[in-house]
């Protein structure tokens, strides 16, 4: 059983930076790829940005391409996702996921976090 806590939410203005992180503890962290999530209001969920687990290889949906970092410390438990030059449409809460299966666009994890909240104000 793996758990997921996820910080660093807030209110942020359209072109500023944010950063999110995520604490897992309960299992073998550096066995597990990880990954972000986020839902917008009155949306599904989808994918963001997803990293292996040695950090060897990032994978980002076309959207965050160039603005969003997904990054992670093995030594440290944690997986973080920096996000530069926010636009509006980058509101939602997101989710930090263990475990995404390829293709990623399914939504797919073995363990997901409570979410954190992103609000960027135009």
């Known amino acids: 059983q793996v758990q997921l806590v996820e910080s660093g939410g807030g209110l942020v203005q359209a072109g500023g930076s944010l950063r999110l992180s995520c604490a897992a503890s309960?299992?073998?962290?550096?066995?597990?790829?990880m990954g972000w999530y986020r839902q917008a209001p009155g949306k599904e969920r989808e994918f963001v940005a997803a990293?292996?687990?040695?950090?060897?290889?990032?994978w980002y949906e076309d959207s965050v391409k160039g603005r969003f970092t997904i990054s992670r410390d093995n030594a440290k438990n944690t997986v973080d996702l920096q996000m530069n030059s926010l636009k509006s449409e980058d509101t939602a809460v997101y989710y930090c996921?263990?475990?995404?299966?390829?293709?990623?666009?399914?939504?797919?994890?073995?363990?997901w976090g409570k979410g954190t909240l992103v609000t960027v104000s135009s």
């Open positions: 309960g299992g073998t962290f550096s066995d597990i790829r």
């Open positions: 990293i292996s687990s040695s950090a060897g290889m990032t």
């Open positions: 996921a263990a475990g995404p299966t390829p293709p990623f666009k399914l939504v797919y994890a073995d363990y």
